[in-house]
């Protein structure tokens, strides 16, 4: 049974370009989070998504940023227009659904460093 | 979310007992107690959570003070391989939204 994947493991981006992180979750799984962790810092939330909707998205900057969860594929955290401070490791996490205790345990993937030059 | 307070940073033997403590005073009644670990920047990994009675599982157990004011991570015999950042959360019912502080750097020591 895989766990979270994310890819790219690694991602460099010019400074203007987009990047494109993707995130499977565990089967099954219907709660998909994004974090993200800036260098020599703790993680951040920045979104939390079940399929097709955007439940809590407080966490994310009000521009260039977005995130979606289509009932088929993926999980995509996009990033318009990059700067160096987008810079950081994004790691995605998820959780299954059901029942109060079913729920309380996030499972996260090994993250997306990006890099902007 | 109530807030979550950790020392920096903490050394262990290894083979010896971890204990890694967290004060989350301002609590509430609903709010778990959460712990996950960060090993060398991969992705957090969860290790136990509990409300309000001792729970303990193939990795940890965790002590929750009458009050619940505060708690411990027992690491019951720490190796290398648990050198990591150690974070107490308290929040919300379920995996939504984690709020992660600083945690504790826990240095297993040969």
């Known amino acids: 049974n895989a766990g979270v994947m994310q890819n790219p493991r690694h991602l460099v981006r010019r400074r203007g370009q987009e990047a494109r992180l993707r995130c499977s979750p565990v089967?099954?799984?219907?709660?998909v989070y994004w974090y993200r962790q800036l260098p020599e810092e703790g993680l951040k939330f920045m979104v939390y998504?079940?399929?097709?909707?955007?439940?809590?998205e407080s966490g994310m900057p009000k521009e260039r940023f977005s995130a979606e969860f289509p009932k088929e594929g993926p999980s995509i955290l996009r990033i318009q227009q990059v700067v160096r401070g987008d810079s950081a490791a994004y790691f995605c996490?998820?959780?299954?659904?059901?029942?109060?205790?079913?729920?309380?345990?996030?499972?996260f993937g090994q993250g997306t460093r990006l890099t902007v030059v | 979310d109530a807030k979550t307070t950790q020392p920096p940073s903490m050394d262990c033997a290894e083979g010896r007992a971890a204990n890694l403590p967290c004060n989350h005073s301002?609590?509430?009644?609903?709010?778990?107690v959460y712990w996950y670990r960060q090993i060398h920047s991969q992705g957090p990994q969860y290790i136990i959570h509990g409300l309000k009675n001792n729970e303990t599982n193939e990795m940890a157990s965790l002590i929750i003070t009458e009050d619940r004011k505060s708690s411990t991570l027992i690491l019951p015999h720490a190796t290398l391989r648990d050198t990591a950042v150690y974070y107490c959360i308290a929040g919300g019912q379920g995996a939504q939204k984690l709020v992660f502080g600083q945690g504790t750097r826990l240095t297993i020591n040969p």
């Open positions: 998504l079940q399929k097709e909707n955007i439940i809590d």
């Open positions: 301002t609590i509430s009644g609903n709010e778990y």
């Open positions: 996490a998820s959780s299954g659904k059901g029942g109060t205790r079913v729920n309380t345990e996030a499972f």
């Open positions: 089967k099954g799984h219907s709660h």
